[in-house]
């Protein structure tokens, strides 16, 4: 594990007010555009046993992104309209900072966070 990318990770994390102390990362390669990663925190289950809550972590290309802000305000506003459409069922969902952004802007860094959904991705497909 890169020490400098778990703390930057774990600092995104404290941004997002994401409960639970951080525990480990792993980076996921799939995609050419974005930085992702998988943050796991360790979360109490309400029994007081421990469990593992996953988040997705992307450092968003802002060379290819040229108006990131423009684009989690659309995001926003969509994930929210399917959110409340479909309540009760697993919808993409960004978390928001204290002061109700989707994003974190620091310094030439744009990050997002969202839950963390597992899936089956594929690169290719035969027809």
């Keep these: ?46 029994t007081g046993m421990a469990r593992i809550k996953s988040y997705l972590v992307q450092r968003v290309n802002t060379y290819a992104f040229r108006d990131p802000v423009g684009l989690m305000d659309n995001i926003d506003k969509v994930t929210e309209y399917i959110h409340q459409k479909r309540p009760g069922q697993t919808c993409l969902h960004f978390h928001h900072t204290a002061d109700r952004k989707t994003y974190l802007f620091e310094g030439d860094e744009f990050w997002r966070i969202c839950n963390y959904v597992p899936s089956v991705t594929f690169d290719s497909c035969d027809d």
């Design 1 to 46: 594990m890169d020490e400098k990318l778990a703390r930057k990770l774990q600092q995104v994390g404290e941004h997002f007010n994401l409960p639970g102390p951080f525990f480990n990362y792993e980076e996921i390669h799939t995609g050419n555009v974005n930085h992702t990663y998988r943050a796991d925190y360790i979360r109490d289950d309400g």
